[in-house]
């Protein structure tokens, strides 16, 4: 059979001396130790290579689809489940990954029902426990998924996976000192995972709790004053908590320590809407990088939204002639030539957008207003036309895999 697991995933994996054939057995170790630690990125690249070297693995298909989950990162799950199926699908790994495939879909009940018959096959498995308290967290079924992870734990004690999950559980009911309690043995156990103040921080934040939230975040810089994401999320909450003397303290703070760190900070100023500061290490980042597209795209984004148009459009332009293939690009530029006026321009960069993914809904609404502008509103009523009828065929499709029959248990 061929192998459908060739080809690097990430920049990283391309540097990782390859392994025997005889070493299989010990990615999918190293796998599960990252997985654990919630590292699913390269996890997922260790559970990928373990697959070149061992297609017919079925326990490294349910993982990688894991991960790949986790990540919404649809196409390898696709993939890795197509190939379970191919290999054996009456097999309690396949059901599993196939589950996984459900939980992706969003169709609860049927991931549980396949992964819990895995579990009846597989009753030592720990990877369906953790799997199974996946389900019931994006299913918000809090009783089970506590259930769930605590019988993982009885398997490993000292899970960090399984922890952080229960932290989380106990969190979301309100039961904070549980929730940090759980936290801190996760941490003992892996010191280099999140700090138990700062996630307790975030629970804060999340629930609209800012104050716990700055005094936990505060705990965290404190214990750990190069961790980064504690100094931003410190000075979010300084900011909305009105203590402006503290959070310029903190800003000048962020930039002494981090200020020569673009590829790092420039995510953080993003998330937290600090566009001057954004637009400023984008731009550093394409200085060192100009053919990187992704930096490209990030600071035309940027520079939109401060209203710096021009600049969004040029950059965009130089963008799309580095992917002249990239349909998310050229809606990009579509956008901004609509923005500034140049309608027809706008309506080409569209046009193409769609030609390469006819599932590209703004730049649908991008052309339809653009050919509005132009007086040619038959040909915009036929646009949003068309995005209404791949929109209810994409529908029909979702709503196929949510509910079809079941490939694990197909005859054919």
């Given at each position: 059979m061929e192998k459908p697991f060739s080809g690097e995933t990430r920049?990283?994996?391309?540097?990782?001396?390859?392994?025997?054939?005889?070493?299989?057995?010990?990615?999918?170790?190293?796998?599960?130790?990252?997985?654990?630690?919630?590292?699913?990125?390269?996890?997922?690249?260790?559970?990928?290579?373990?697959?070149?070297?061992?297609?017919?693995?079925?326990?490294?298909?349910?993982?990688a689809a894991l991960c790949a989950h986790v990540l919404t990162r649809e196409q390898p799950l696709e993939q890795v489940c197509e190939h379970a199926l191919a290999v054996n699908r009456r097999h309690p790994w396949t059901r599993a990954c196939e589950g996984v495939r459900y939980l992706y879909l969003a169709n609860f009940s049927r991931a549980e029902e396949l992964m819990e018959a895995?579990?009846?096959?597989?009753?030592?498995?720990?990877?369906?426990?953790?799997?199974?308290?996946?389900?019931?967290?994006?299913?918000?079924?809090?009783?089970?998924?506590?259930?769930?992870?605590?019988?993982?734990?009885?398997?490993?004690p000292d899970n960090v996976r399984a922890l952080v999950a229960l932290g989380g559980f106990f969190a979301m009911e309100g039961e904070y000192e549980g929730a940090l309690q759980h936290y801190?043995?996760?941490?003992?156990?892996?010191?280099?995972?999140?700090?138990?103040?700062?996630?307790?921080?975030?629970?804060?934040?999340?629930?609209?709790?800012?104050?716990?939230?700055?005094?936990?975040?505060?705990?965290?810089?404190?214990?750990e004053p190069d961790e980064m994401a504690g100094?931003?999320?410190?000075?979010?909450?300084?900011?909305?908590?009105?203590?402006?003397d503290d959070a310029i303290d903190?800003?000048?703070?962020?930039?002494?320590?981090?200020?020569?760190?673009?590829?790092?900070?420039?995510?953080?100023?993003?998330?937290?809407?600090?566009?001057?500061?954004?637009?400023?290490?984008l731009e550093q980042?394409?200085?060192?990088?100009?053919?990187d597209t992704e930096t490209l795209a990030r600071l035309s984004r940027a520079y939109r939204e401060a209203g710096r148009l021009d600049e969004a459009a040029r950059t965009a332009r130089r963008l799309v002639?580095?992917?002249?293939?990239?349909?998310?690009?050229?809606?990009?530029?579509?956008?901004?030539?609509?923005?500034?006026?140049?309608?027809?321009?706008a309506a080409g960069a569209c046009r193409r957008a769609i030609r390469l993914n006819v599932n590209a809904p703004y730049a649908y609404i991008t052309l339809a207003d653009a050919l509005l502008f132009l007086g040619r509103q038959d040909e915009s009523w036929q646009v949003i036309t068309e995005m209404e009828r791949v929109r209810h065929e994409a529908w029909q499709n979702y709503q196929a895999r949510f509910s079809g029959q079941d490939r694990a248990d197909a005859d054919n």
């Open positions: 920049s990283a994996r391309r540097t990782r001396p390859r392994p025997s054939i005889a070493t299989a057995s010990g990615l999918i170790e190293r796998g599960l130790a990252e997985f654990y630690r919630e590292n699913e990125e390269d996890a997922l690249d260790l559970f990928l290579e373990a697959l070149e070297l061992a297609p017919d693995n079925l326990q490294a298909h349910y993982l895995a579990r009846r096959e597989l009753p030592d498995a720990l990877e369906l426990e953790i799997g199974l308290g996946i389900v019931h967290e994006y299913s918000g079924e809090r009783e089970k998924g506590i259930a769930a992870y605590r019988r993982a734990l009885e398997r490993d801190r043995r996760a941490h003992a156990v892996a010191p280099d995972i999140e700090h138990p103040h700062q996630k307790l921080g975030r629970d804060y934040y999340y629930e609209g709790m800012i104050e716990q939230a700055a005094s936990e975040f505060a705990r965290a810089v404190n214990a100094h931003f999320y410190l000075l979010d909450c300084l900011r909305r908590l009105g203590r402006s903190l800003y000048r703070e962020i930039l002494d320590r981090f200020g020569e760190h673009p590829e790092l900070t420039s995510g953080f100023f993003e998330h937290f809407n600090m566009r001057i500061e954004a637009i400023a290490a980042m394409a200085r060192e990088d100009p053919d002639r580095l992917a002249p293939e990239d349909a998310d690009a050229l809606s990009l530029l579509g956008d901004l030539h609509l923005r500034r006026g140049h309608y027809r321009l």
